[in-house]
């Protein structure tokens, strides 16, 4: 039985290490952190006895199938609670609802897509004129170099379908502001989400905290988890790797995978061939508010025209979780000055909240949420198989056909554990094809 390393524990590290333990490899994880998830995990809110939260409230949609795959091996996908429309706040409280209708893929949208009240007739037009070129236009050669903003741009979008359907859907899904994110990122997730099957769009919350989708329980005896075991040096000899240190200790494998941040494994490994130039981060902010009283009833929104752009329900409506996306206006700003704006923007969107007290407050600012997804990146992101014969690279900066969300990373995931088996003589297929 081949024994396989694997370096780090977030959801690509997690991947990889439970496709390889299926498959019948010895698997050992080693995760900086006391607790498993990476950037999409949960911590104690005032203490280690205190209540669990989110770091950022993470959602996946239908659309993700290695996600979802990932889920099932792990025996948590009843966890998962899916919602089947989107609920869109405007300031002053109006709301619009979009859901799918009887009509089949592409247009089963149609009906409360014309229902949006915050889009005009003229944006409703231009919208339904871009979405129909979607199918054709995400195949175009040139979808990589350019924006979004450039795509929008030449398919003549008014500025307010932009910024109120177009920015709102797309900026939180790939962590990037529309005129820095390739158009080839922000076309693959509205096909795939929006447009390629019916019930894609179908929006699936954790109802339990992240950090409890990757218990041990969870991952039973497929895998070995060593948890606070940083992996601090490479070894390599003959151009092989031939060990890891953690802790002061040197660990050999026969394989070892790599699903580290970039600038963790440049530090390890700076000879490896890859432009670390290319990649930089894209930040998201989290502030989670506790209040004496609900403040609403909804469980989910996306709010329009300001600063916060989703709002989550945690508790009865007490508990709200905010999340801003590509945030890099909030990441200088003192704490008490995020509170106090979200309070400020929250307050137009839910009057009960000039009437209620706020008990606590946490902020989470992930200055490294995910790499920045820009145009002429793509073909700078790794392969799972780095020429070292032994050595393997996952993580949602690698090249795994998606953005970094958890869906890239747990296809990097498995695009790894492939490489592995491939390695071993074994081939194996884990990854599962997109929808369409």
């Given at each position: 039985m081949s024994s396989v390393a694997v370096m780090g524990g977030g959801l690509a590290g997690l991947a990889a290490a439970v496709a390889l333990g299926d498959a019948g490899f010895d698997v050992d994880l080693y995760e900086a952190r006391a607790f498993l998830g990476g950037r999409a995990t949960s911590w104690p809110a005032g203490g280690d006895d205190a209540e669990l939260v989110d770091n950022c409230q993470h959602v996946l949609l239908r659309c993700c199938s290695n996600l979802l795959d990932l889920?099932?091996?792990?025996?948590v996908s009843d966890r998962i609670h899916f919602y089947k429309e989107f609920c869109f706040i405007e300031?002053?409280?109006?709301?619009?609802?979009?859901?799918?209708?009887?009509?089949?893929?592409?247009?089963?949208?149609?009906?409360?897509?014309?229902?949006?009240?915050?889009?005009s007739l003229r944006d409703k037009v231009a919208i339904a004129r871009a979405i129909r070129a979607i199918p054709k236009e995400r195949h175009r050669g040139d979808l990589e170099a350019i924006s979004m903003a450039d795509w929008l741009r030449e398919k003549h979008q008014p500025p307010q379908a932009i910024e109120r359907y177009w920015r709102q859907i797309l900026v939180s899904a790939v962590n990037e502001e529309l005129?820095?994110?390739?158009?080839?990122?922000?076309?693959?997730?509205?096909?795939?989400?929006?447009?390629?099957?019916?019930?894609?769009?179908?929006?699936?919350?954790?109802?339990?905290?992240?950090?409890d989708l990757y218990s041990g329980a969870a991952l039973g005896k497929r895998v070995r988890i060593h948890e606070r075991a940083a992996v601090t040096a490479l070894r390599m000899e003959k151009d092989r790797i031939t060990g890891l240190e953690t802790g002061g200790t040197w660990v050999q494998a026969d394989h070892y995978v790599s699903a580290l941040p970039f600038e963790r494994l440049q530090a390890l490994l700076p000879t490896l061939p890859v432009e670390w130039g290319a990649f930089e981060h894209s930040p998201i902010t989290g502030i989670h508010l506790w209040?004496?009283?609900?403040?609403?009833?909804?469980?989910?929104?996306?709010?329009?025209?300001?600063?916060?752009?989703?709002?989550?329900?945690?508790?009865?409506?007490?508990?709200v979780?905010?999340?801003?996306?590509?945030?890099?206006?909030?990441?200088?700003?003192?704490?008490?000055?995020?509170?106090?704006?979200?309070?400020?923007?929250?307050?137009?969107?839910?009057?009960?909240?000039?009437?209620?007290?706020?008990?606590?407050?946490?902020?989470?600012?992930?200055?490294?949420?995910?790499?920045?997804?820009?145009?002429?990146?793509?073909?700078?992101?790794?392969?799972a198989d780095t020429g070292i014969p032994n050595f393997f690279l996952a993580g949602d900066w690698t090249r795994s056909g998606w953005p970094a969300t958890m869906?890239?990373?747990?296809?990097?995931?498995?695009?790894?554990?492939?490489?592995?088996?491939?390695?071993?003589d074994r081939p194996r297929p884990f990854l599962i094809a997109d929808i369409a």
């Open positions: 889920y099932s091996r792990l025996g300031p002053g409280g109006r709301t619009s609802h979009l859901r799918r209708g009887f009509l089949p893929a592409p247009n089963h949208f149609a009906l409360s897509f014309l229902g949006l009240k915050f889009l005129d820095r994110m390739a158009a080839s990122h922000g076309l693959q997730v509205f096909w795939l989400g929006m447009i390629a099957r019916a019930d894609a769009y179908e929006m699936g919350v954790p109802s339990v905290p992240l950090r209040f004496d009283r609900p403040i609403t009833e909804l469980p989910h929104a996306t709010l329009l025209d300001r600063t916060i752009q989703w709002f989550f329900n945690k508790s009865e409506g007490r508990h979780h905010l999340v801003v996306s590509a945030s890099r206006s909030l990441t200088t700003m003192p704490r008490q000055a995020v509170i106090d704006l979200v309070l400020r923007e929250l307050t137009e969107f839910f009057p009960a909240v000039a009437l209620a007290k706020l008990e606590k407050a946490h902020v989470v600012k992930e200055v490294r949420a995910t790499f920045a997804a820009t145009p002429g990146l793509e073909l700078k992101r790794p392969l869906e890239g990373a747990v296809r990097s995931g498995y695009l790894a554990a492939e490489a592995v088996t491939r390695a071993t």
